[in-house]
């Protein structure tokens, strides 16, 4: 387990609390029944969990990435679904910090602050991998733009107060032409199309957003026009650890899920099950702390202001992977009860893991672009010459 | 080892993807949402002869053999594994009485099992790691009335549906798993009760609960096989479900791969259709690979089976090696689809959870590598 401060430790201890007192007893139900709970919120309002991201000069609690990393991990633990909707909230906030100016953060920061839910609008139906082939348009007109276009799979899309939406200001331009805005619920014209049924993480909020004639004001434009790209993409690099968090924290509780049935079914300590099981059992913990530990030595650059695209990439990759592998072990190991249980759930939901935030075979094209990539003083001297 | 099938076979196998073309593809999603027993496929599906396609014709079997027995299954598991796995567990209690019952059991039971008038069923799991041993497993007392059963049998698939099913039950708490003996219990007995269904991940429609047995009483005569034979029962049958099971596999992955492949072809990112990329080449060949050698390793198993020569290690073989990909195949194919394939709206989701059934179910995690083990050191 890698060093945590006290702070860090106490933040990590009150969120397991949390988590035990209002994520694991509910989990199973509105898996079932496909819905976030209110309660939820409530409870999540009262914790200040959506504060955690927010800088302290706006209200917030301004943890640090890692600190927020153990948080998510936390969530993830008691359901990767309501983990979900509660770090896609989170990570909403992530293109107003990368492009947000001194008004635009107070507008966005303030509804989250008190708890209010935000999302994240990048993806459309012919854009999923291919983020640049988003026909969504936002037109000036006057001190206005206006929004028309579809996009899908957007999680909180249901209930979010703000939205960060991206559309094209310069169609002609393709993902050059690509901007972000902020978008609030309730302008004329902004609806919600169809909610999504997912293989896993069904308490968590998948629709499509409809934009017909939506007009909002010039000043929700983030950074400049045509800046969408590169701050769509620093949002997914702050994105993606998060997903690999919540992918540990399913990693753990698989772990934890295994031991328990375990000692359950072999009790008399001379009657223990056989290597070939010990050896999974082995080898489910060195895959979760190795995912943990890519993912804390991420969070450990970010704060550091390191560049660090290539190992957001990274832990997301391999954190998502182990916890799909993880999770159908256990299934296994389980048999007929793992099947029939909440075991089966967290199979279900690791398998986004490896989908959202950027497929892990886009990830690994990140990869392994920068391991193919010159060296950087190769580059240099080449210039030199 | 022979790979053809015989024209016979074949015809057999395409009859079955007709009829599973016909009759389940419309019933499938539904299905899968309601969990509803399909009580109308089943008899259709007993039309088909599907319920006796091995036992023998004096009993009103088809006599097809077990290689035909895994196309059927394979072909029905490409359009709904839930109805395919309602007919391998009533398979193998018709296995098991035809194998080791009596002139007189065989009579009795064999040919309502072959036309389907009665469903089988094959209880042998238990809440406690081992048949025999648990706090609440099945025990077997003999008395003047006859034998009486009490106790717990976990997780009986077709539970509640069959009209007959063998049970493994304990004879000697003493000797625990070694005392084990097989019962031919019919599903009306007074005493015996189904339990809650599961709400189970995939395969659903076959149903899947918890029986409780209450004094129950049964006669001498439905002893199957001898007094403590049950270990070696439930292993050979076992392997059999190991072989069908694989079949399922088969089946959900052939589906799953052709599905991915035309899905790639349409699906247009980056200026191109998806499946000009070699990453997701590669993802479909691998995952196409993985099911052409299960395939045949199930045909060699079942021909093993078939040609009565020992199949064990050769069954265990096919379900270690798809254990082994942790359904690899399904879990790829999901991939190649994203985020489509994620949403209950497209059949991928489907097919990942019945294969997880499929693969992961119906013996300890460790049990293929345990025969296939011992087999080598012997």
Request: proline share 5%; glycine share 10%; aromatic share 10%.
């Given at each position: 387990m890698s060093i945590l401060t006290p702070e860090q430790k106490q933040i990590q201890q009150a969120t397991r609390e949390f988590v035990a007192k209002h994520i694991i007893p509910v989990a199973a139900k509105y898996d079932k029944t496909c819905d976030f709970h209110p309660a939820i919120l409530e409870a999540a309002r009262e914790s200040k969990?959506?504060?955690?991201?927010?800088p302290k000069e706006y209200g917030g609690l301004g943890y640090d990435a890692l600190t927020q990393a153990v948080v998510l991990e936390e969530w993830g633990y008691g359901c990767s679904g309501i983990g979900t909707t509660l770090a896609a909230s989170v990570l909403s906030m992530d293109s107003v910090l990368v492009a947000g100016n001194e008004e635009q953060k107070k507008k966005f920061f303030e509804p989250m602050v008190r708890g209010e839910i935000g999302s994240f609008g990048l993806t459309e139906p012919g854009a999923g991998s291919d983020a640049g082939a988003g026909k969504t348009t936002a037109t000036k007109e006057g001190d206005e733009y206006v929004i028309n276009g579809t996009k899908c799979w957007i999680t909180n899309g249901g209930f979010a107060s703000v939205y960060v939406i991206y559309a094209l200001t310069d169609p002609t331009k393709g993902m050059k032409g690509l901007s972000a805005f902020i978008v609030e619920k309730g302008r004329p014209g902004f609806t919600i199309g169809t909610v999504d049924h997912k293989l896993g993480i069904r308490s968590s909020n998948t629709v499509e957003l409809l934009f017909k004639d939506v007009r909002i004001p010039a000043s929700n434009l983030l950074g400049k026009e045509g800046e969408g790209m590169k701050i769509a993409m620093m949002t997914l690099d702050m994105a993606r650890p998060a997903i690999a968090a919540l992918s540990v924290g399913i990693c753990q509780r698989a772990l934890d899920e295994c031991v328990k049935h375990l000692q359950q079914r072999f009790p008399d300590p001379k009657v223990q099950p056989g290597q070939t099981l010990q050896f999974k059992l082995a080898d489910m913990r060195i895959e979760t702390e190795a995912a943990r530990e890519l993912l804390h030595y991420t969070m450990r650059m970010r704060d550091a202001g390191v560049r660090y695209s290539v190992e957001s990439a990274e832990c997301k990759t391999y954190a998502g992977d182990m916890a799909m592998k993880i999770t159908s072990q256990a299934v296994s190991l389980m048999g007929s009860y793992g099947y029939t249980s909440e075991i089966s759930k967290l199979m279900r939901d690791a398998k986004i893991m490896q989908i959202y935030e950027g497929t892990n075979q886009i990830q690994r094209l990140v990869i392994s672009r920068a391991v193919l990539a010159p060296a950087p003083a190769a580059t240099a001297q080449k210039a030199g010459k | 080892m022979s790979i053809h099938l015989t024209e016979e076979q074949q015809l057999i196998g395409k009859n079955a993807q007709g009829f599973a073309k016909e009759y389940l593809d419309p019933i499938v999603v539904e299905l899968d949402h309601t969990a509803n027993y399909p009580a109308d496929v089943v008899k259709k599906m007993a039309e088909q002869d599907f319920m006796g396609l091995f036992l023998p014709g004096e009993y009103g079997g088809a006599e097809a053999g077990y290689v035909s027995f895994v196309e059927v299954v394979e072909n029905l598991s490409r359009s709904c594994a839930a109805a395919a796995s309602i007919v391998v567990n009533h398979s193998l209690a018709a296995y098991a009485i035809n194998r080791w019952g009596t002139p007189a059991q065989k009579k009795e039971y064999l040919p309502n099992l072959a036309s389907g008038k009665t469903l089988g069923g094959f209880a042998i799991f238990e809440n406690g790691p081992t048949p025999g041993v648990g706090p609440d497993a099945l025990k077997a007392e003999k008395k003047a009335e006859g034998w009486v059963l009490n106790g717990t049998k976990a997780y009986v698939r077709n539970a509640g549906k069959a009209g007959v099913y063998v049970v493994l039950a304990c004879t000697d708490p003493a000797a625990g798993a070694k005392a084990l003996t097989a019962f031919i219990v019919n599903g009306n007995a007074v005493g015996l009760t189904v339990g809650e269904l599961k709400e189970t991940m995939?395969?659903?429609?076959?149903p899947v609960a918890d029986m409780n047995f209450e004094n129950v009483i049964v006669a001498e005569a439905a002893v199957l096989g001898a007094v403590n034979e049950g270990p070696a029962i439930m292993a050979e049958t076992l392997a059999v479900a190991a072989i069908a099971e694989a079949a399922q596999t088969v089946g959900i992955g052939q589906a799953a791969v052709e599905h991915a492949a035309v899905y790639s072809k349409s699906r247009v990112q980056f200026g191109r259709?998806?499946?000009?990329l070699q990453a997701i080449q590669t993802l479909l060949a691998e995952t196409a690979t993985d099911c052409h050698l299960a395939r045949l390793g199930v045909h060699h198993a079942a021909e093993l089976l078939e040609a009565g020569e020992p199949f064990q290690v050769e069954a265990a073989m096919v379900k270690q090696f798809l254990a082994r990909l942790h359904s690899k195949m399904l879990l790829d194919t999901v991939q190649v689809e994203g985020g489509f394939g994620y949403?209950?709206?497209?059949p991928l989701p489907r097919l990942f959870r019945d294969i997880a059934g499929t693969t992961l179910l119906d013996s300890p995690a460790d049990y293929p590598d345990k025969t296939i083990a011992a087999a080598l050191l012997a």
């Open positions: 969990i959506f504060a955690m991201a927010v | 995939g395969l659903r429609g076959c259709p998806i499946s000009t949403s209950e709206f497209m």
